[in-house]
């Protein structure tokens, strides 16, 4: 695809609406300068410069579609706590804005990543969540937001959170076939078929070995991961994103394509 396609398509998402559904995150990022080694445990020192927080996982999905001139309606859970109030107002602020069906859970956390970074790096990162499948009250809210939905296409973020469940998934399917909407997964999940006649799973290379048990570096070896990957799963078609090497569509009944990051124009 050239760039004049591209911008094409992207024009034409221009008021589309995409429900997204699935786990929601706030990313924050502790920047700070390390000059020495704390005496206490051969650990580097931190010196706090500054602080920034974003939405992470689903959260992040509805913000690029309404960057990139779409409508976006989120649903997803939050607990009830400091980081819940921080995601509301990220989720409020921003380019544009999401019509959020966010469902309190006092019973967990909100999922929240804080990494610490000085000079480009990461030292390390700390993770405050609760993975365990959501139920009861909690998952009948979000079936109930999905099925209210009218949207033209479906986004499954699956984060492993615990938010998208199989009584999700399948409403998620119902939804989309009653609309005629596609139904697309970004699933870091080791079986894909768990997501049953989806229009399209999108893994990266990483989780496709993960799922698949079959290494993904080369394109022929991604060709053959795919193909394995299809036999698993009953979506329609698989598209890996691979970093720097692009990405690669394996589609049912048609050969795999792979799709090369333009090269820089020189000046």
């Not at 019973?107 to 993975?131: C, Y």
């Not at 119902?174 to 909407?181: C, F, Y």
Request: with cysteine; net charge neutral.
């Amino acid at each position: 695809m050239d760039m004049i396609a591209l911008q094409n398509r992207l024009g034409a998402m221009s008021g589309s609406g995409v429900t997204v559904v699935g786990d929601i995150m706030v990313d924050r990022f502790v920047h700070g300068a390390v000059s020495r080694v704390s005496a206490e445990a051969p650990v580097p020192i931190l010196a706090r410069i500054s602080e920034q927080a974003m939405l992470g996982a689903a959260g992040n999905v509805a913000r690029n579609i309404v960057s990139l001139g779409g409508a976006a309606a989120l649903i997803g859970v939050l607990g009830v706590d400091a980081a819940a109030a921080e995601a509301r107002a990220l989720i409020a602020a921003g380019s544009g804005p999401i019509a959020a069906t966010l469902i309190s859970d006092p019973d967990r956390p909100t999922t929240t990543k804080v990494r610490f970074v000085s000079a480009g790096q990461q030292l390390m990162r700390v993770d405050h969540e609760a993975a365990r499948p959501v139920e009861g009250e909690v998952e009948q809210a979000i079936l109930q937001a999905i099925g209210a939905s009218a949207t033209r296409a479906i986004l499954l973020s699956d984060y492993g959170k615990g938010v998208v469940t199989d009584a999700v998934i399948q409403a998620c399917l119902v939804a989309a076939k009653a609309s005629g909407a596609p139904l697309i997964v970004d699933s870091k999940a080791r079986h894909f078929g768990r997501y049953g006649a989806a229009d399209v799973v999108k893994p990266n290379a990483a989780e496709l070995a993960f799922a698949t048990d079959l290494p993904t570096s080369t394109d022929a070896e991604v060709e053959v991961a795919l193909e394995k990957a299809l036999t698993l799963a009953a979506c329609g078609a698989i598209l890996v994103t691979r970093a720097a090497q692009g990405m690669s569509l394996a589609v049912r009944g048609q050969p795999v394509r792979h799709f090369r990051r333009p090269a820089p124009e020189v000046f």
